[in-house]
């Protein structure tokens, strides 16, 4: 069980798209070091769960608490400046910028970003493609990007939505170990996630969410036993 501090605290959180009510009572932490799923069919709510938590949808009402702050209140950008780093799912390459000129981007939010040799080190295909424009990447390349980008800034929580979504089996083994590596280094990793082959070896824990909640929560170590309960709600 990890006895690290808990980073992110989301209670009774409900999110609207306008008049779209889609969160519904969101219940879930994370404790530094841990890596945790969001698990779910498509529309249940994962990925709103996330931009929910950035301030990226409409209105919020809740706690969501970043290291013991309250930010339901707080602007996308000051909540992303306690240590937030989000890999959306369309990734948000700039077509026109080469590969580094999109790693040099963003802003700052926390010490100990990763230097471009480290990130060259950890994605060698971006090293070789560098100086390519953003829409000269393989679909593999800028989801790679989209992932580095976020380490350069000095993040310690990633939030990443559907990494693995249309890419070949050979990339996503190699997001698999940027992950464990990224664990490794001690970072605190929020996956969502429909390849749940994937995600099952690298999570601590798995949130199934459903209609806008969570409905269920099945540590790794559970996995086996309730492997009937995953499959009737993922169909997997």
Not at 135 to 162: C, F, N, P
Not at 204 to 233: C, P, W
Request: glycine share 12%; aromatic share 4%.
């Amino acid at each position: 069980m990890n006895t690290g501090k808990t980073l992110l605290k989301v209670s009774d959180l409900h999110a609207w798209y306008g008049e779209s009510h889609i969160l519904h009572g969101v219940n879930f932490e994370i404790r530094e070091g841990e890596l945790v799923t969001l698990l779910g069919r498509n529309g249940a709510g994962r990925s709103t769960t996330l931009k929910a938590i950035l301030g990226l949808t409409g209105k919020r009402t809740g706690s969501i608490q970043v290291a013991g702050k309250e930010t339901i209140h707080l602007p996308t950008n000051r909540i992303a400046r306690l240590g937030l780093g989000y890999c959306p799912e369309e990734r948000g390459i700039f077509s026109t910028l080469s590969c580094e000129e999109n790693l040099l981007l963003p802003p700052k939010v926390g010490e100990g970003g990763m230097s471009l040799d480290e990130i060259y080190e950890m994605f060698p295909n971006l090293k070789e493609r560098r100086n390519s424009p953003g829409t000269r990447l393989s679909g593999g390349e800028q989801q790679m990007l989209a992932m580095a980008r976020i380490l350069r800034s000095g993040a310690k929580v990633l939030l990443l939505d559907e990494i693995t979504e249309g890419l070949a089996p050979v990339i996503v083994q190699t997001l698999g170990r940027v992950i464990r590596a990224l664990k490794a280094k001690g970072l605190t990793i929020i996956l969502v996630e429909q390849n749940f082959r994937f995600a099952a070896p690298l999570a601590d824990r798995h949130y199934v969410v459903e209609h806008g909640q969570i409905v269920a929560t099945v540590n790794k170590d559970e996995l086996s036993e309730k492997a009937a309960m995953l499959h009737e709600f993922l169909g997997v």
